[in-house]
Nanobody, 117 residues
Framework: VQLQASGGGLVQAGDSLRLSCTAS????????MAWFRQAPGKERESVGT???????YYADSMKGRATISRDNAKGTLYLQMNSLKSEDTAVYYC????????????WGQGTLVTVSS
């Protein structure tokens, strides 16, 4: 599966932003999906995951300010981010894995979110 993330940009603290990740190739609905982010000079961290049946897990990084969703008909994963802070500045990546994988093996190219304070 090929993943294409989009929707990043420059926003101000307190703003909201929605990222999208469009998948092409194999059936999107069969994949477990996730959002990760990597801030400058820091390691990549999880934002959250969404299972094939829609079960969602949020990491502490954005818990309470992020909503992950998927539209299987459109083959698209979303990340709605609210009350953005300067520390949310990062490159955001979408990723996918199958039920047979212990790790996320398909990655999008990343989209940069810059939050100015």
């Amino acid at each position: 599966v090929q993943l294409q993330a989009s929707g990043g940009g420059l926003v101000q603290a307190g703003d909201s932003l929605r990222l999208s990740c469009t998948a092409s190739g194999r059936a999107f609905r069969t994949f477990y999906m996730a959002w990760f982010r990597q801030a400058p000079g820091k390691e990549r961290e999880s934002v959250g995951t969404i299972g094939r049946n829609g079960n969602i897990y949020y990491a502490d990084s954005m818990k309470g300010r992020a909503t992950i969703s998927r539209d299987n008909a459109k083959g698209t994963l979303y990340l709605q981010m609210n009350s953005l802070k300067s520390e949310d500045t990062a490159v955001y990546y979408c990723a996918a894995k199958t039920i047979l994988s212990s790790e996320y093996i398909f990655w999008g190219q990343g989209t940069l979110v810059t939050v100015s304070s």
